[in-house]
């Protein structure tokens, strides 16, 4: 996926990552946003968030570097409090991580008494401690559904709480107004031009409802990849961050992608030079207060511990 010239490049620090990688024990767990350099050349394990937590949750290694976001290396520091959890760059946040506080939390729980709350993993550790149960786009509806409710509040991201509720007809779901600021930007009318051109359009539930009732597939970036991998349509537009396209188009050279994509400037914030700096220094060190970690740590083990649907849930 790049150029031979920069693929030498960068064969240098691919190396010397994973020398380090050796010497410390570490393991790199990286997120399908990443750029291909990481992805391609250093990732031990790849996936969305759903199959990280869990390759998190189960790792050997001494010391993990979270290539993704900072709720993304959070999660993996809840889970696993007893290993050296690092990000290349602190600062790589989220805006639906942002939207929501604590304390919005317990003024929506005071406002109705009694309801579950299903919080996506993209919010703080602060916020997973106010929970009941958390859930990623792979696993939501599954989610939703083993509470057994009649009411369930979804929190924080609105476009996924609506692609839900039309999913679980039968549940009232009460959503917060979080928005990921890369998927919100998409419209219905890109992809309508799109599918009148034949291309086969495939988005993210973070999308608005408009891009999603056009889609012709919708899923996590593992069901994503997933489709494009098993389907091999001819020409396709993936509705998401611009690095999955990179990724997937690797193992499919038969399949056409077409742009548009929008860039994450969080995710954008990893690069393959903060991962040798990171693992070279061992900074920047992802900790979680005790206190909260073991109430978040409640609400991920509810998650992990509810059956995914095979079709939806895959890492690479
Ligand atoms: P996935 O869980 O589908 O990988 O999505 C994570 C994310 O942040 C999408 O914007
Ligand atoms: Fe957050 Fe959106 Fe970036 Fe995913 S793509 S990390 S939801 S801002």
Known sequence: MMPEAEAWAVAEEVAAIRQLCEERNAVILAHNY???????????????????ARAAATTEADVIVFAGVHFMAETAAITCPDRTVLIPDPTAGCSLAESITAADVRALRHRHPGVPIVAYVNTSAAVKAEVDICC???????????????????LPDRHLAAWVAGQVPDIRIIP??????????????????????????????ECPADV???????????????????????RVALITECSMADNVAADC??????RPCNLCPHMKKITLAGIHRSL?????????????A??????????????AAAAVVGAR
């Open 34 to 52: 990443m750029t291909p350099d990481i992805f391609h050349g250093v990732a031990d394990i790849t996936g969305d968030s759903l199959a990280l």
């Open 212 to 234: 999603l009732a056009e889609a012709d597939f919708v899923g996590s970036t593992a069901a994503m990849t997933r489709y494009v991998t098993v389907q091999r349509p001819r």
């Open 280 to 292: 070279a220094t061992m900074t920047h060190q992802v900790t979680v207060p005790e206190r909260v």
């Open 294 to 307: 073991t109430a978040a740590r409640r609400s991920i083990d509810a998650m992990l511990a509810v059956p």
């Open 253 to 258: 050279p038969d399949v056409e992608f077409v």
């Open 136 to 154: 990623t786009s792979g696993n939501a509806v599954e989610v939703v559904r083993s509470l057994g409710a009649a009411e369930v509040i979804m």
């Open 176 to 205: 917060w107004h979080g928005a990921c600021e890369v998927h919100d930007r998409f419209t219905g009318s890109q992809v309508r031009s799109l599918r009148a051109d034949g291309v086969t359009v495939i988005a993210h539930p």
